[in-house]
């Protein structure tokens, strides 16, 4: 298998422009997560979808924010508009549900710059 | 709320043995884990722990203390390839894992 694939891997954009992140999840896995990875705030927990269904948004920072998940194979996650504070790794995991560890998937992240 | 800490950094010898706390205060609990990340990297499984005690793969140990919030990895025989970051997450609901920052552990020779 291929991994937890992202694209763009670099994303630079200047402030107020829309940017669209993307994700596609390991073949069969059932849950997708959208992490954002700061050096001030580590790494956290945008949301994440079970089945395609999102089951828990509050941590996505505010209504710049949004993600969908529009088939058990891709996700987006989109900013607009963007800002100088979005700047971040973002990285897009999957895990398989009935594991009892619960181990997830990263894909190798989205850098993104706002400029 | 929930409060994981860990420390920020660390340097250990190569060849030495290297112990990276973390400590953690949830409202529910289902299991530990910790994870891998070099620099530039995507952060990679390597433990996770249920039970209280101690779990053993190969170079890499992981305690848990669920009494006392309390959880360490345990890394011997240190390598250079080592020097990464070792993020302590708790998975407390749902499928949500919460992690800490991070321990950036520097391998010297």
């Known amino acids: 298998d291929a991994g937890v694939i992202q694209s763009p891997r670099h994303e630079v954009t200047e402030m107020g422009q829309e940017v669209t992140l993307r994700c596609k999840p390991i073949s069969g896995h059932d849950y997708l997560f959208w992490y954002r990875q700061t050096m001030m705030r580590g790494l956290e927990l945008l949301i994440y979808f079970n089945n395609n269904v999102p089951i828990d948004d509050s941590g996505m920072p505010e209504d710049r924010f949004s993600a969908k998940m529009p088939n058990a194979s891709f996700s987006t996650l989109k900013i607009q508009p963007s800002e100088p504070r979005d700047s971040a790794v973002y990285f897009c995991?999957?895990?398989?549900?009935?594991?009892?560890?619960?181990?997830?998937?990263f894909g190798p992240g989205t850098r993104l710059t706002v400029t | 709320g929930q409060n994981i800490d860990q420390p920020t950094e660390m340097t250990a010898t190569e060849g030495a043995i290297v112990q990276i706390n973390c400590t953690y205060q949830t409202s529910g609990f289902n299991g530990l884990f910790w994870y891998q990340q070099h620099a530039g990297e995507a952060p990679t499984f390597l433990s996770y722990n249920v039970l209280d005690g101690l779990e053993e793969k190969g170079r890499f140990s992981s305690f848990l203390s669920r009494s006392k919030g309390y959880s360490y990895l345990l890394l011997k025989e240190l390598q250079m390839k080592d020097s990464a970051s070792y993020l302590c997450a708790v998975w407390n609901s749902g499928y949500a894992l919460n992690f800490g920052k991070g321990t950036s552990l520097l391998v010297t020779p």
């Open positions: 995991a999957s895990s398989l549900e009935g594991t009892p560890t619960g181990e997830q998937y």
